[in-house]
């Protein structure tokens, strides 16, 4: 199995900054696409960003020019800088990775157990 584990999450104040990692680990044979998602109360998750192994990345509308996503491919780790928070961007970031576990096996997704983000004041 693959196993995300997310951290970095919490409450900040508006206009304020977090860093949300994403570690990937166990049975890997190579890592795809990783990105982050979020869902907040009583709305469906929604995809925020998203990078290719080789870096090309993907945003959502709302959180161009404020958030940004990058990887580290040796530690199989993705990151996801969140600047100028809003309340609208409240919610649990969940980290997403399509993995192959090993040589011959098609591409799966895999999920994290997801972190909360509060912007409040």
């Known amino acids: 199995q693959v196993q995300l584990v997310e951290s970095g999450g919490g409450l900040v104040q508006p206009g304020g900054s977090l860093r949300l990692s994403c570690a990937a680990s166990?049975?890997?044979?190579?890592?795809?696409?990783m990105g982050w998602y979020r869902q907040a109360p009583g709305n469906q998750r929604e995809s925020v960003a998203a990078?290719?192994?080789?870096?090309?990345?993907n945003y959502a509308d709302s959180v161009k020019g404020r958030f940004t996503i990058s990887r580290d491919n040796a530690k199989n780790t993705v990151y996801l800088q969140m600047n100028m928070l809003k309340p609208e961007d409240t919610g649990v970031y969940f980290c997403n990775a399509n993995a192959v576990r090993f040589y011959g096996e098609g591409l799966s997704a895999y999920w994290g157990q997801g972190t909360q983000v509060t912007v409040s004041s």
């Open positions: 990078i290719t192994r080789g870096g090309f990345t």
């Open positions: 166990g049975s890997i044979f190579s890592l795809n696409v």
